[in-house]
């Protein structure tokens, strides 16, 4: 059944564009489901000198200009960037051959395009959450952080399944939001084990040390 489902990705972050543990997260995730069958486009913010669209282990990668407006500060171009995101998301999923059956939000600084995109094709919308504002900030105490968290707020509810990737921010999303149980999930974080299948035992020590592993 996967190997029909058209996916399409909603990221700010994507490599060569490292931020935080966001952009790997979405790289693997989109390369395993491309492998698994699943025609996965992400669309993501451009990067110096990374091509506008390229394939990438079998995942098609569109870059969008980020910077099309001046912004006062950055909760401001998470918006303007949005608008441009939504509006090239658009564009793309209503010129692809095959229709767009999901849309994969990571995070409120997609949310604006994810919603929208929603509603203009009438397709679920699934969100990860891979952290709150409440839980960076120990609440909310700025104008800003309160924007935000009301936007996380706005994004879970929109949501028709929301991701975590522990037992721990399942129970703190269903806290932070109000959300019911049937809608969340916990999917946790893998490892590609095929990367580690050649090291020896020298090499194995080396690395368990580095995790401080047993």
């Not at 919308?125 to 924007?147: A, F, N, P, Q, Y």
Request: hydrophobic share 45%; with cysteine; aromatic share 10%.
């Amino acid at each position: 059944m996967t190997s029909n489902l058209n996916v399409m990705m909603l990221s700010w972050e994507y490599p060569p564009r490292v931020i935080g543990g966001i952009s790997p997260h979405v790289f693997f995730l989109s390369k395993s489901l491309a492998e698994a069958g699943v025609k996965v486009y992400v669309i993501t913010c451009d990067f110096p000198g990374a091509p506008t669209h390229e394939t990438v282990e079998g995942v098609e990668v569109y870059r969008v200009d980020s910077y099309k407006t001046p912004s006062p500060d950055f909760a401001t171009w998470v918006y303007l960037m949005n608008m441009n995101l939504q509006k090239e998301a658009a564009a793309l999923a209503a010129k692809l051959p095959q229709r767009i059956d999901l849309f994969h939000a990571h995070d409120w600084l997609v949310a604006t395009a994810g919603i929208g995109l929603k509603h203009v094709f009438r397709k679920p919308l699934l969100v990860t959450m891979h952290s709150t504002e409440i839980g960076r900030r120990d609440g909310t105490h700025t104008v800003t952080e309160k924007m935000i968290h009301e936007t996380e707020a706005w994004l879970a509810y929109e949501a028709w399944r929301v991701i975590c990737c522990s037992d721990y921010m399942v129970q703190h999303v269903k806290w932070a939001f109000g959300l019911p149980d049937d809608k969340l999930v916990m999917v946790p974080n893998g490892v590609n084990a095929r990367a580690y299948e050649d090291l020896d035992h020298q090499a194995c020590d080396s690395l368990r040390r580095e995790f401080a592993l047993p």
